[in-house]
C-alpha cells in the first residue's frame, strides 16, 4: 500500500538502474508492486518475513531508500527505519516527511524532496563509498548518543504513569470519539 509514496521517484531510479547494470542489486522487502515496478534484472523479492530475517536482510544492504508522502497517515509514523538502518550500517535516503527530524542533513543521511534530488543524491551514495561508510557511520554515533532507551525511560516511563492516572478521563474521550 506504498505505491503513492514510490510512484514520484520510480522513473529516477530505473534510469539510474539502468546506467548502472549489474553494480547495483535491489533487495526489496514486502512491497511486490515496487520489485516489479523496477526495470532491472538484478533485483531480489523477499516476502514477508520473521523480525530476525528483516534485519539480516537490512545488514546486508549499503543504501536504504525511505520514500514516504506528505501525508497525515505518513506523519503519524515513526523515524523506527532510520535506526534500524543506523544500527546496522546502512546509510539513507529518505524523504522529509517523519525522518527530517532525525536525519542531519549530508551527515547521517540524505534526504530529498523531488525526484531530481533522489536521483542526484542517490547517485552520491552509490558512487562515493568512503561518503557513504562515513554517513552511516555518523548516523549509528547520532543514534547511540540520542536515542537509545537508556536515556528515555524515565520520561516514558512518567507517560505511563500520567496515562495510567487519566485512564478515565482518556477513555471518555475515546467513547465520544468511536461510540
Keep these: 500500500n506504498r505505491e503513492a509514496d514510490w510512484q514520484p521517484i520510480l522513473p529516477a531510479l530505473n534510469e539510474l538502474l539502468a546506467q548502472w547494470g549489474g553494480k547495483v542489486q535491489m533487495q526489496v522487502l514486502y512491497d ?7 526495470q532491472t534484472p538484478y533485483k531480489m523479492f523477499e516476502p514477508m518475513c520473521p523480525y530476525e530475517r528483516y534485519h539480516e536482510v537490512v545488514s546486508q544492504a549499503d543504501v536504504a531508500l525511505l520514500p514516504l508522502n506528505d501525508t497525515r497517515f505518513n506523519r503519524m509514523k515513526s523515524d523506527l527505519k532510520f535506526l534500524q538502518c543506523a544500527a546496522h550500517g546502512v546509510a539513507v535516503l529518505a524523504s522529509p516527511t517523519v525522518y527530517e527530524e532525525s536525519i542531519c542533513e549530508g551527515e547521517t543521511g540524505f534526504l530529498f524532496s523531488t525526484p531530481e534530488e533522489f536521483s542526484s543524491k542517490l547517485e552520491v551514495l552509490v558512487l562515493d563509498v568512503e561518503r557513504r561508510r562515513r554517513m552511516a557511520e555518523q548516523a549509528y554515533v547520532w543514534v547511540r ?3 537509545m532507551l537508556w536515556q528515555h525511560y524515565r520520561a516514558r516511563y512518567a507517560w505511563y504513569l500520567e496515562m ?3 485512564r478515565q478521563e482518556l477513555m471518555d ?3 465520544q470519539r468511536l461510540p
Design 173 to 175: 474521550v475515546l467513547r
Design 32 to 38: 511486490e508492486a515496487f520489485y516489479k515496478a523496477l
Design 164 to 166: 495510567a492516572a487519566r
Design 145 to 147: 548518543e540520542r536515542r
